[in-house]
Nanobody, 121 residues
Framework: QVQLVESGGGLVQPGGSLRLSCAASGRTFSSYNMGWFRQAPGKEREFVAAISWSGGWTNYADSVKGRFTISRDNAKNTGYLQMNSLKPEDTAVYYC??????????????WGQGTHVTVSS
């Protein structure tokens, strides 16, 4: 069993940066692939980025490629999403997830409660 808690969201101006964290409980976090998803008001949840259990493989949605970086520190049971050059269309609730990995939400068994990111001037 893994419990996930996101933090680091907030209000930022366009072009700014935020770093989201995903703190995991349980000793098995390092055995799971991890992903970040987001859901904007009135829209479906969408894939943002994923990372393998070892950190050796990453994947990004085209909309964030080159601007966002996913990483993890298994020693700290924590995953991260560094978001740079933020745009208003990045506004959403961001969720971290742990499980089988990939870009499909159904592949993930465990989800955090989400953290709000608002990009606005």
């Amino acid at each position: 069993q893994v419990q996930l808690v996101e933090s680091g969201g907030g209000l930022v101006q366009p072009g700014g940066s935020l770093r989201l964290s995903c703190a995991a409980s349980g000793r098995t976090f390092s055995s799971y692939n991890m992903g970040w998803f987001r859901q904007a008001p009135g829209k479906e949840r969408e894939f943002v980025a994923a990372i393998s259990w070892s950190g050796g493989w990453t994947n990004y949605a085209d909309s964030v490629k080159g601007r966002f970086t996913i990483s993890r520190d298994n020693a700290k049971n924590t995953g991260y999403l560094q978001m740079n050059s933020l745009k208003p269309e990045d506004t959403a609730v961001y969720y971290c997830a742990a499980g089988g990995g990939g870009s499909r939400a159904v592949n993930y068994n465990y989800w955090g409660q989400g953290t709000h990111v608002t990009v606005s001037s």
